[in-house]
C-alpha cells in the first residue's frame, strides 16, 4: 500500500505532506487512495464509476434496476453540445405552440355556442384577432431574441429591467404556465385518441396519467432535445393538417357540399344565453390559448448553431406562420362546413372537421389523428424542458431550495421534473381531465410573463437611448407588443375570472411570498455561516462525554472505550426503572471496576429519554460553554428486520439532542458479525 | 450550584469521588443535578415528574393533549393493589363467558336452519351437550386453580409440564383467541343495537371499529380492573335475562300461547342441506362458542382477595352457572316458541325472542338489548386485558419483542393494547363486522389451549404422585377434561375446516415460528454481547477522524474544532462537482491555512455519498483495526420546515456508515440563533 513515488502524478500523501509544512508537525499520514475507486487529475483525485459501484446485493439490485429504468450514469463533461439548426429547433421548441391549433378553434367555439349556433360564425373574426395577437408577439419577441441571445426567459428580462418582485411575478406565472402545458397537453393528447376509440373517455384521466408518467421517466432519463424522432411528428402532423386544409378548401371551391359530421352528442347548452360582449371577450381569452408556448423560441436561443440570433428569428417567424395559417384554416373550414362542438367532449372538433372532409375510415384521418396525440405529448414535455430549467435558475438565485439545481445521474433537473410531474397529475385529477375546464386557467399566465417582457424590454430600449441607434423603433415595437399582451392579459382575467382565472391570479402573490421566503432563509443563514477572517485559528474545545448505557455487556465497554479515547471527561449513565434495578446496576458496576464512573437515575415513570436529558442539562448548567459529547453504544443486527426487535430509544433521543445546543452525538455502533473479533483488536491494540 | 455536604445525604459529586479512588486521579467531578428534575433515594437519583415536562412550545402543547387523552402519569409504585371480591370478580373476568350467551343459541341454529326449518329442533339437545362440556371444563379448571395460584394460564402450564413447544402452541392459540374475542364480542355488541336500530347495519363495520377505538383508548388509559362501573352492567344483564325467561317461561306453563316475532328477512338457505351428522357437529361447534372465556378465571387467581384459590373456584363455578342456565333457558325459549334466525343478520335471536315474550317496545325489550351491548363490550376489554399481559409475559420469556413487555405512562402495555387493537380491526373489516362469519374460527383456539393445559395437569400430578396424596382423583378430573376439551377440539376442527378454521391452524404453526425466531435472535444477541470476564480493562482505542466539509464557513470550522480536540489524526475531505469547484474549494482553504489537511474528491457523475464513502474505505484498508470518526457539520435551522431548504445528504451518508464496520459517526449541529456566541465563546476557550 505504499506509494513508490516515481511513475504517475503525486500521491495525495506527498500532497498532504507538502501542505503539511505549513502545519507543522500536525501533518497527518494519509495513503493514496488504493484500487481502482480514483484517478487523479491536477492536485485532487477524481472518484472513478467503480467508487459508486454499490457494495451490497440489496444495493446491486437496486442499481441494476435504476439503471435499466433511467440509463447509466452520465459525466458532467457529456453534457450536451448539440445545437439545433432552424429545422429541428422549429420541430422542437415550436410543438408546444404548433400543437394548439389541436384545441384552440375548439375551446373558442365552445364558448360562443352558448349563445345558440348562429353565435358560431364568430369563430373565425376571432381567430383573425388572435393572430394579429400572434404577430405582434412574435415581431416584440424577435426583439427580445436580439437583446438578450443567452436566453431571454421572462424572468431574467422582467428581474433585469424591472427588479426581483418583477421577475417573481413572471417566474410563478411561468411556473403555473408549464404546470398547465403539461396539464392540457396530456388531456387535449387523450382526446386525440379517445375521439375514435370512445372507450377510453371514461377512463381518459387515468391515460393522461399514464402519459403523464411515461414523459416524466422520458425526461429523467434525460431526453436528448433533438433527433429525428422529435422532428418528424411535429412535420407530420403540419403537412397532414395542410393537405386536409387543401381538400376541404378544394371541396368547397368546387361547389361540392360537404355534410358536417354529426358529434355524439349534439352541444345543447341548458339556457341559451345572450351574445354579450362578455361572451365574445371569453371566446376571444379560449381561442388565445393558441399563443401558448410561443415564449420558448426565445428561452432557448443560445441552443441554436451561429448565429444563434438569426436562426432564433427565423424559427420563431415560421413558428408563428405554421400556426396561424393552421389556425385559421382550420376555424375557416369549422365554421363554413357548420361543424358544432361535442357536447360531452367526446369528440374533438379537428376529429369532426376531418371525419367530414375525409370520412372516419380514411388513412388521412388517423394520421391526422394519431399525429395529434404525438404532438401534443411533444407538447407536453416542453413544460418538462422549460420548468426544471426555471426551477434551476431560481434555486441558483436562491429563490427555490436548492434540490432543483441539482443534476441527477443523467443530468437531468431530476427534482423539478418530479415536482412538475405531481402537481401537473394531481392538476389532472382536480379538474377531471378536461381540456375545457382547465383552459380559463391557462392563458393568463402566459400573458402576465409576456407583459413583463414586453414592458422590460421597453425600459431596456430607454436606458440604451444613448449607446443605441434605432432605439425609437425597437422601443415602438416592444411598446406595442407590452400593450397588446397587456390588453390580453386584462381580457383573460376579466372574462375568465369566475371561470377559474382567479385560481391563478391568487396562487401568483402566494409563490411569490414562498420565492421571497425561501430567499430570505438562505440569506439569513449565508450570513450566520459566513467567517469573519479568513485567517481565524480554530477555536480549543474540550468536551465533556455522557455515555448512557442500558446494561453491561460488550457494546456498552465498546462505547467506553470510545468514549475515554476522545476525552478525559468521561461519565456513564444508567436509567433504571426502579430501585431494584438501580441496586442491581451499581453492584455489577462495580463488579466491573472499570476506569468510568456511573450516574444511575431511577425513572419512576419509566420513561427514558427525558430523565437522561435532564441529566445531561444539570451537566450541561454547571458550564454552559463546554460542548457534551453524548456517546450512545448501538446494537447493530445482522439484518435489518432485526432492527424491530430492538427499542427505538437512541433513535428519538438523537432527534431530541439535535436540537440541543452545543452537544455532539456520536453513534457507536457495535455489529454482532464483529463481536469477537473487535474486542479483541482493542485489546491487542492497547497492549501496544 | 456547590454541595455544602452537611444535610441531606451525600451528593452524587462525593459519590463520585469515593469511587474515584479506585480511578485514581481520572475521577470525575459531576455536580449534584441541580433544580427539582431529581431527588435521592439511597445511592442514586430518582427523576421527578418536573424532569419530564416538555420544554418547548410544541412539546408542551403535546403533552397537555396526550394527559387530557390518556390521563396524569402513574409512576411505578402506584401499580393497582385493589383485590377483587367474588362479587366483583364475577362481573370482570365471567363477562367474557356469560356474554357468549348472546349469540351461542343464534350461532347453532343459523347452522341447523341449513337442514330446514324443523332441523331448529335439535338446538336444545346441542345445548344440552355445551353445557356438559362446561362442566367438565369447570371442573378441571378449579384444579388448575388450586395447583397454580399464581395465575395458571394455558401457556404457563403447558410450557411447565410439556415443554417450550406446547406452551408456544397454547401462547399462539390463546393469542389467536384474544384477537378473536374482540371481533366477535364488538361485532355482537353492534348487532344487538342495530337489532332495534336497523340503520346502523349498514355501517356495522364502522360501528365495531369505533367500539374498538374506544375499547382501546379506555385501556391505554390504565382501566382499572374493579369497581361499579364494570360489575352493574354484568349484573343487569344476568338478571334482565333471568327476568325475560321467567316471564316467557311463565307464559308457556299457563298456557299461552306466544307467537314468534317474524324476522326481517327469514332464513332461505338457497338448497335445503341434509340433516348429515357432519351439520350436526357444526352445529354443536357454533353452540360451543358459549365456552369461550371461561379460562379467564384461572389465569387471574392472584388478584382475588384471600383465599384466593377458594374466591377462584366460587367465581368459576358461579360463572358456569350463570352461563349454563341462561343458555338452556333462552334455547329452550328460542325452539319452544319457534324463532328464525334472520337470514342477513338484520335482528339476533335473542333480540327477536324478547320481542316475542314482552314486545318489541317494552323497557325490558331495551334493558335486555342495551345491557347485551355493554356486556359483549365488556366481554371485548377482556381480550385487552388478557392479549397484553399473555404477550408481556412472552417478551419476558424473548418470545416476543421487548416492547410488549415495557408498561406506558399509565402504567398499560401499550404496545400490546396497539397491537391487539390493529390486528382486531383489521380482521373485522376482513370478516365484514359478521359474527357468523368470525365465529369458525373462534373456539378452536380455545380448546387448544384448554386441551394442552389439562394434559398438562395430568403430567402435573403424575410428577406429584409420590408427594401428594388424592393425586389419582385429580388426575382423573383432568384427565376427563383433556379428553373432553380435546374430543371438542377435534370436532370443531374438523367440521369448521373448511369454514375457517384451516386459518387458524395454519396460522398457529406459523406464529410459532415467528416466537421461536425472535427467542433465537435474542439469545444469540446475548451471546454476542456477553461479557466473557468482568474485570476486563477497557481497551485504548487510536481513533482517526474524517470530516467531510462542502463548504469553509462556521458550522465547517465548528465541526473542524471538534474533531481536533478529540484526535490527533484529523483530515478533512471535501467531494468537488467539477474541476472548477475542486480549485476554488483548494484556493479557499489555502487562504484559510488553518490545521488541518483536506482532500479533494472530485465526482464527476454528481454523486456526493458514494465516493465519499469509498475514500473513507481507502482511508480504513491501510489500518483495519482502527477506529474511524466521521464528523459531520450540521446545520440546524431555526423552524423545522426550514429542513426542507438543505440537502438531505447527512442523513443518507449516516443511515450508510452505521452499516460500515468499526466505525462512529458523530453530528456536530451547528445552531444558527447561536451562531455568533458560540465562535466568540470558542475564541474565549482558545485563549485561556
Keep these: 500500500m505504499t506509494d513508490d513515488g516515481k511513475e504517475g502524478p503525486p500521491s495525495l500523501e506527498e500532497r498532504v505532506t507538502r501542505q503539511g509544512k505549513r502545519i507543522g508537525d500536525r501533518a497527518v499520514r494519509i495513503i493514496r487512495p488504493a484500487g ?26 437496486f442499481q441494476a434496476a435504476r439503471r435499466i429504468l433511467f440509463g447509466a450514469r452520465l459525466a458532467s463533461e457529456q453534457e450536451a453540445q448539440e445545437r439545433l439548426s432552424v429545422k429541428t429547433g422549429l420541430a422542437i421548441m415550436a410543438s408546444d405552440n404548433i400543437s394548439s391549433s389541436a384545441y384552440a378553434t375548439e375551446e373558442a367555439m365552445r364558448v360562443l355556442a352558448f349563445a345558440g349556433v348562429a353565435a358560431l360564425a364568430l369563430t373565425m373574426p376571432i381567430a383573425i384577432a388572435v393572430c394579429v395577437v400572434l404577430a405582434v408577439v412574435v415581431l416584440s419577441e424577435s426583439r427580445v431574441i436580439r437583446a438578450y441571445p443567452n436566453g431571454g426567459g421572462s424572468y431574467i428580462v422582467a428581474k433585469d429591467n424591472h427588479g426581483v418582485i418583477a421577475g417573481l411575478v413572471a ?12 396539464a392540457v397537453s396530456s388531456a387535449a393528447g387523450v382526446a386525440a385518441i379517445s375521439s375514435f376509440l370512445p372507450a377510453l373517455h371514461d377512463n381518459r384521466v387515468l391515460f393522461a396519467l399514464a402519459l403523464v408518467a411515461l414523459i416524466t421517466l422520458g425526461n429523467l432519463r434525460g431526453i436528448r432535445e433533438a433527433g429525428v424522432l422529435f422532428a418528424a411528428p411535429t412535420y407530420v402532423y403540419v403537412f397532414s393538417l395542410y393537405a386536409l386544409i387543401a381538400i376541404g378548401l378544394f371541396q368547397l371551391l368546387s361547389g361540392l357540399v360537404v355534410p358536417p359530421a354529426a358529434p355524439p352528442h349534439p352541444f345543447a347548452p341548458a339556457g341559451t344565453q345572450l351574445l354579450t360582449v362578455l361572451l365574445v371577450l371569453r371566446a376571444f381569452a379560449s381561442g388565445s390559448v393558441g399563443l401558448t408556448g410561443s415564449e420558448a423560441v426565445a428561452n432557448g436561443v ?16 415560421l413558428m408563428g406562420t405554421l400556426f396561424g ?4 384554416g382550420i376555424t375557416y373550414l369549422a365554421t363554413t362546413i357548420g361543424i358544432h362542438p361535442d357536447h360531452d367532449e367526446l369528440e374533438t372538433v379537428n376529429s369532426l372537421l376531418t371525419r367530414s372532409i375525409v370520412g372516419g375510415d380514411s388513412p388521412l384521418y388517423f394520421i391526422v389523428q394519431i399525429s395529434t396525440a404525438v404532438i401534443l ?39 423539478g421534473i418530479l415536482a412538475l410531474a405531481i402537481v401537473a397529475a394531481l392538476v389532472l385529477v382536480a379538474f377531471d381531465g378536461s381540456v375545457s375546464k382547465l383552459v380559463p386557467l391557462y392563458t393568463i399566465g402566459v400573458f402576465v410573463a409576456f407583459t413583463l417582457s414586453q414592458a422590460g424590454m421597453v425600459r431596456h430600449w430607454w436606458k440604451l437611448r444613448a449607446k443605441e441607434r434605432g432605439w425609437q423603433v425597437r422601443l415602438a415595437f416592444n411598446g406595442v407588443g407590452a400593450i397588446a399582451t397587456a390588453i390580453v392579459a386584462v381580457v383573460v382575467g376579466v372574462a375568465k375570472f369566475a371561470l377559474g382565472a382567479w385560481m391563478v391570479l391568487v396562487l401568483i402573490p402566494f409563490l411569490i411570498a414562498i420565492m421571497w421566503g425561501i430567499s430570505r432563509h438562505y440569506r439569513s443563514v449565508r450570513d450566520a455561516l459566513t467567517l469573519d477572517r479568513f485567517d481565524a485559528p480554530l477555536p480549543t474545545m474540550k468536551p465533556r462525554v455522557v455515555v448512557p448505557v442500558s446494561r453491561l455487556d460488550r457494546a456498552t465497554l465498546h462505547a467506553l472505550a470510545f468514549a475515554k479515547s476522545i476525552a478525559a471527561d468521561v461519565i456513564a449513565v444508567h436509567v433504571a426503572d426502579g430501585p431494584e434495578d438501580a441496586a442491581e446496576m451499581q453492584r455489577r458496576w462495580e463488579r466491573w471496576g472499570g476506569e468510568i464512573p456511573l450516574a444511575i437515575v431511577e425513572s419512576p415513570y419509566r420513561v427514558l429519554i427525558a430523565p437522561l436529558v435532564a441529566y445531561i442539562d444539570a451537566i450541561g448548567r454547571q458550564d454552559p460553554s463546554r460542548t457534551i459529547v453524548v456517546v450512545l453504544p448501538e446494537f447493530v443486527p445482522r439484518h435489518f428486520w432485526e432492527y424491530l426487535l430492538h427499542n427505538q430509544s437512541a433513535l428519538r433521543l438523537k432527534v431530541r439532542l439535535f436540537f440541543r445546543k452545543n452537544t455532539v452525538v456520536a453513534d457507536v455502533p457495535y455489529h454482532v458479525s464483529q463481536a469477537y473479533e473487535n474486542v479483541d483488536q482493542g485489546a491487542a491494540v492497547s497492549s501496544r
Tied chains: 1, 2.
Design 171 to 182: 417566474a410563478s406565472a411561468l411556473m403555473i404556465d408549464y404546470v398547465l402545458t403539461v
Design 36 to 61: 481502482g475507486d480514483f484517478r487523479r487529475r491536477g492536485g485532487h483525485y477524481v472518484a472513478t464509476p467503480e467508487a459508486l459501484e454499490a457494495r451490497g446485493r440489496l444495493g446491486r439490485w
Design 377 to 415: 405529448a411533444l407538447a407536453a414535455n416542453t413544460g418538462f424542458t422549460g420548468f426544471p430549467r426555471l426551477a434551476s435558475v431560481l434555486a441558483d438565485d436562491r429563490f427555490m431550495p436548492r434540490q432543483f439545481a441539482f443534476r441527477g445521474e443523467r443530468l437531468a433537473f431530476s427534482f
Design 302 to 317: 443560445p441552443n441554436f448553431r451561429p448565429s444563434e440570433t438569426k436562426n432564433a428569428v427565423t424559427t420563431l417567424v
Design 325 to 328: 395559417t393552421l389556425f385559421l
